[in-house]
Every structure is written in C-alpha cells, then in structure tokens.
Nanobody
Framework: QVQLVESGGGLVQVGGSLRLSCAAS????????MGWYRQAPGKQRELVAT???????NYADSVQGRFTISRDNAKNTVYLQMNSLKPEDTAVYYC?????????WGQGTQVTVSS
C-alpha cells in the first residue's frame, strides 16, 4: 500500500503564491508518474500538472506559465509551486501517483484564492 500525504494548501490573495508538497510512503516501490489534480465545487476533477520519472512534465493550459511541478525522486516527493494565483484556481488539490499499474490519491488540500 502507498500513502500520499499532502501539505501546503491555504488561503491566499489574488496574485499570491502557494507551494504544495506531496510525499509518498509505504512499502518499497518505484513511483512512475506523480502529479496534481484539482476539483472545484460543481466541477469534475481535472489534471493540473504531472511529472514523470524521466523528468518530463505535463501542464494544463490554464496553469501553464504560472505553476511549476518538480520532483525529488529520492524522497518520492512532488511539489507544485503556484504563482500568480487567480480566483478560478480555488479548488481542492489532490496528489496523484502511479506505482506500477496502480493509481493512488491523497486526501486533498484546499486552496482558496480570494479577491
């Protein structure tokens, strides 16, 4: 079993920044992809950004240029640096990891951007 523990959410004003962290722990494993999804009230969960073990990354168009995903493979930890935050970034952010062929999710962390 793999556990994902998120931290770093909170309340921030428009234009501000936040950094999310997610650490994967559990039995010995090799994490392939790690990333972040978000879900706003009344909307479907959507991909924010993903990073792969080979270093490749993928971003949603809506966050490209504002958010940066990074990863520490030795610590099985992924980070999401969020800059120039907008009210539409308000959502619960979920960490996601792919281990072997299995998908794992964190419990979610609230990000609220106030205007």
């Amino acid at each position: 079993q793999v556990q994902l523990v998120e931290s770093g959410g909170g309340l921030v004003q428009v234009g501000g920044s936040l950094r999310l962290s997610c650490a994967a722990s559990g039995r010995s494993f090799s994490v392939n992809a790690m990333g972040w999804y978000r879900q706003a009230p009344g909307k479907q969960r959507e991909l924010v950004a993903t990073t792969f073990r080979d270093g490749n990354t993928n971003y949603a168009d809506s966050v490209q240029g504002r958010f940066t995903i990074s990863r520490d493979n030795a610590k099985n930890t992924v980070y999401l640096q969020m800059n120039s935050l907008k009210p539409e970034d308000t959502a619960v952010y979920y960490c996601h990891a792919v281990v072997m062929a299995w998908n794992y999710w964190g419990q979610g962390t609230q990000v609220t951007v106030s205007s």
